[in-house]
């Protein structure tokens, strides 16, 4: 529980410190993704259940809410998962958050609709959320769908 929390808060203090080289203003953020390596929740979003890799990905977000995020080639790295590595699984979609890092670390400030996520791993979200003006290093991951329910991030700006 002790490094778990010490996992969330040093990757909060990471994503505010990358993030805000990456910000162009209160709520804007142009960064890469990177995929989840397992065991980090970052604020009110479980970690992945397993290793994945990718092999691009990109988060924009404007000032005025329009969120972009594009990833390539998504999908598990994990010997765990047998004939199912490099592949997304049981994964069909999913959905970007936008955390804003408070007081008590990241949470999900918005999130957008489900869209798909492809047999290779790819995914485009395109998308208006609104961010609270008070959203200074946002945050942005995205979250499996995984047997119709939304679960942990499996690719986040800033770690």
Partial sequence: MVLAYK?????AAAALALGMAGVAG???????????????NIG???SCGKIWKLKHGHAHLSSDGKLMV????????DAST???????DGVDGVAAA?????????????QTDVVPLSKS???????????????I????VLRERYQGKIGGWLAGTGL
């Fill in 98 to 110: 936008v955390l804003c890092v408070g007081a008590s670390g990241p949470a999900v400030a918005a």
């Fill in 26 to 40: 209160a709520g804007e953020l142009k960064a890469d993704l990177v995929a989840c390596p397992t065991g980090i």
């Fill in 70 to 77: 594009e990833v390539k080639g998504l999908v598990l790295n």
């Fill in 121 to 135: 791993g790819d995914a485009k979200v395109h998308a208006k959320v609104s961010v609270p003006s008070g959203c």
């Fill in 7 to 11: 996992l969330t808060v040093g990757f």
């Fill in 82 to 88: 047998g004939e199912f590595n490099g592949t997304p």
């Fill in 137 to 140: 290093a946002p945050i942005v």
């Fill in 44 to 46: 009110d979003v479980n």
